[in-house]
């Protein structure tokens, strides 16, 4: 069964520095992998998604995350956080193949990203 | 605009007390799920239906029941809430493509004493 390990529940950074989440995968075969973000008191939005080609994909609101299937790894990264970037993020996983007819994602813990200034 | 459209957003009920949280898209979506947010655990489905009048369980479809009479909408009934369905919950629609995009609607935080 497919899994998704997000290792860290709260991140911290200053507003203009790098940031980098992680997320490692566990599936048979190469996945569907999406990054949401949850705003507080809203629901997810899709920041990007990774299908096949271009291992580096690059999302909404300045966002990229690059798949490494080497490492079952697709972390996500911002060269420059801004303070409106403070919600919990969620990795996903979707199946290559329906389970019968369920092609759910199956989801993360998430990490709460707080920004100071 | 597209989105999806739970209701009520925020419910206080009693144990036993039967409810249902609604749940409607105006993308035509023939995907439409239901999950449960809960602090260390994540997203996890409770129910999902592929199109009308298919339904079928999640991971964690005790205590809840769907229906999907109509391609829009997609109700979660709770026939006798207790405690451990406290939660957030989030109802979710997709083209039907799993490649696709899911829809959030903004959540329904459930409490039940």
């Known amino acids: 069964a497919q899994s998704v390990t997000q290792p860290d529940i709260h991140i911290t950074v200053s507003e203009g520095a790098s940031l980098e989440l992680r997320c490692n995968y566990s599936?048979?075969?190469?996945?569907?992998l999406f990054w949401y973000v949850q705003s507080p008191g809203q629901g997810l939005q899709l920041l990007l998604k990774y299908f096949s080609g271009d291992t580096l994909v690059q999302g909404i609101k300045g966002f990229e995350a690059e798949f490494k299937r080497s490492q079952s790894s697709f972390n996500l990264r911002k060269p420059s956080v801004h303070w409106s970037d403070a919600a919990e993020y969620f990795c996903?996983?979707?199946?290559?193949?329906?389970?019968?007819?369920?092609?759910?994602?199956?989801f993360g813990t998430g990490t709460r990203l707080t920004i100071i200034p | 605009e597209a989105q999806v459209t739970q209701n009520p957003r925020y419910l206080i009920t009693v144990t036993g007390k039967k409810l249902t949280v609604t749940c409607s898209q105006n993308m035509n979506h023939e995907y439409m799920s239901w999950y449960r947010q809960d602090p260390g655990l994540g997203l996890r489905q409770i129910y999902y239906s592929m199109n009308v009048e298919v339904t079928d369980k999640g991971d964690v479809p005790e205590g809840y029941k769907v229906s999907r009479k109509e391609k829009r909408n997609f109700p979660l009934i709770l026939e006798s809430p207790s405690p451990n369905q406290t939660s957030l919950y989030f109802c979710?629609?997709?083209?039907?493509?799993?490649?696709?995009?899911?829809?959030f609607g903004e959540g329904s935080r459930l409490t039940v004493l």
């Open positions: 996903a996983v979707g199946p290559i193949v329906s389970n019968f007819g369920n092609e759910k994602l199956t």
């Open positions: 599936y048979g075969a190469t996945p569907y």
């Open positions: 979710a629609s997709r083209q039907g493509s799993r490649t696709g995009e899911l829809f």
